[in-house]
């Protein structure tokens, strides 16, 4: 991964948590409802190991929290 980006998508992860939690779900759940997997969901979130995401699965995610995308990319909200 392009380390110009690692923050950027630490945040994004930390964002997803902070989402996930506040409507009660765990990482599998949210997972389920996307169609990735848990160890991919736990990847994305985890604040030490940023990973990349689609455009398609951050959508996904987003749908399946009930927010629009944008609040995943706002990155006063979660830090």
């Known amino acids: ?3 110009r ?3 950027e998508y630490k945040l994004i992860g930390l964002n997803i948590a902070y989402y996930r939690k506040l409507k009660g779900l765990t990482q599998l759940q949210l997972a389920e409802s996307v169609g990735i997997s848990r160890t991919h969901m736990s990847n994305i979130e985890a604040p030490n190991m ?3 995401i689609s455009l398609e699965t951050l ?3 987003a749908d399946a ?3 629009p995308a944008a609040r995943l990319l706002d990155f006063r909200e979660a830090v």
């Open 1 to 3: 991964m392009d380390s």
């Open 5 to 7: 980006h690692q923050l």
């Open 50 to 52: 940023p990973t990349s």
């Open 59 to 61: 959508l996904d995610i």
């Open 65 to 67: 929290l009930n927010i």
